[in-house]
């Protein structure tokens, strides 16, 4: 018996829908069992290479690509001070003594941290900082500006300034135009350490995940101080999901006037992965019924309050695979609220 035309309708519907049915599963398997889409990829920045590679934290930053943008909330920050702004005595005198001001003559820094302690805002831990920096330095005056309280020693052919202090600080000129500055317990011996072995391939993946970004922090959390954890005693689940966490990649990428930034954080787990960004997201809900709290409120400026509000709404959780995602475009009017009135 020949099958009706409204047979053969409904057969080839049924047909299509298994179809599209297998597709979506797919494609959900795909994504799935995929990492998350790289944030920013690019090759990494060739000031990069001259940081050790054994560093368990790196910072980059691109000063003059963020300096040009003059409708972004990146020129306010790394654009010329404004006129009778109040800046710090301290860095008034320096630049007056060495000519240097990182708004104007920094184009670039690379930075490798070795975290010991986690500290209060404004105390002086016993981190190890490496930088490395380009730009236009006038070596003359900065060097006499480094002897009025340090030393020079000859290093090859170069020459180390090394000023005592809390922390120390040592520096050596690279190039005219190139400068590596080392701080924190024996700071000069990371000048010293030649870059003979390749960087951890997992390191490496992290950072071509966000190397095309004028701004990104790459770390490994093995090396994170043991405060850190301390902190979340209190709660075992954030605990235990925080000591799954194996890599954090932090890029901000300008998008008119605004600053598109993005953390990711590589756990161990998928599952891992999908119970941290629940956490993540329940945390959301908990900022919002705090901060609608008069007494919460009452507590902190209008400008904290402010941003907050729009760090709570607009911030977006997302995961795939062991990869957790935290999104946040930032606005001039929050980074406004959240940066002190000069």
């Known amino acids: 018996m020949p099958i009706s035309i409204t047979k053969r309708a409904l057969i080839g519907t049924a047909v299509l829908a298994c179809m599209a049915t297998a597709a979506s599963a797919g494609l959900y398997l795909y994504r799935l069992r995929h990492p998350l889409p790289a944030f920013s990829a690019g090759r990494a920045p060739e000031l990069l290479s001259q940081l050790p590679p054994t560093a368990p934290a790196i910072v980059y930053v691109d000063v003059a690509a963020l300096r040009a943008l003059g409708n972004s909330p990146w020129a306010a920050l790394f654009g010329p001070a404004i006129n009778g702004s109040r800046q710090d005595r301290d860095y008034e005198n320096f630049v007056r003594a060495t000519g240097f001001e990182y708004q104007r003559d920094?184009?670039?820094?690379?930075?490798?941290?070795?975290?010991?302690?986690l500290t209060a805002p404004g105390a002086i831990g016993g981190d190890r900082v490496l930088a490395i920096a380009d730009g236009r330095f006038d070596q003359q005056r900065i060097?006499?500006?480094?002897?009025?309280?340090?030393?020079?020693t000859a290093r090859g052919a170069h020459s180390l300034y090394e000023v005592p202090g809390s922390p120390p600080v040592s520096l050596e000129f690279l190039s005219s135009t190139r400068i590596a500055l080392a701080s924190g317990k024996d700071a000069d011996d990371l000048l010293a350490t030649p870059n003979t072995l390749a960087r951890d391939p997992a390191v490496q993946a992290r950072i071509d995940r966000v190397g095309g970004a004028p701004v990104f922090a790459v770390a490994r959390t093995d090396s994170l101080?043991?405060?850190?954890y301390a902190s979340f005693r209190n709660s075992p689940q954030a605990e235990r999901l925080l000591h799954s966490v194996?890599?954090?990649?932090?890029?901000?990428?300008?998008?008119?006037?605004r600053i598109r930034m993005a953390l990711d954080a590589e756990c161990d787990s998928m599952n891992n992965a999908i119970e941290l960004a629940t956490l993540l997201d329940g945390l959301r809900?908990?900022?919002?019924?705090?901060?609608?709290?008069?007494?919460?409120?009452?507590?902190?400026?209008?400008?904290?309050t402010a941003f907050l509000d729009a760090l709570v709404r607009d911030a977006k959780v997302s995961h795939q695979d062991r990869w957790v995602r935290l999104t946040l475009d930032v606005t001039p009017a929050m980074l406004g609220s959240a940066t002190p009135a000069r």
């Open 143 to 152: 060097a006499s500006y480094a002897l009025r309280l340090g030393k020079v």
């Open 106 to 117: 920094l184009d670039r820094v690379a930075i490798a941290l070795w975290p010991a302690s």
């Open 285 to 304: 809900v908990l900022g919002s019924v705090a901060l609608a709290d008069p007494k919460t409120r009452h507590q902190m400026s209008p400008q904290q």
């Open 246 to 257: 194996e890599g954090l990649t932090l890029a901000g990428v300008p998008d008119g006037d």
């Open 225 to 228: 101080p043991p405060g850190f």
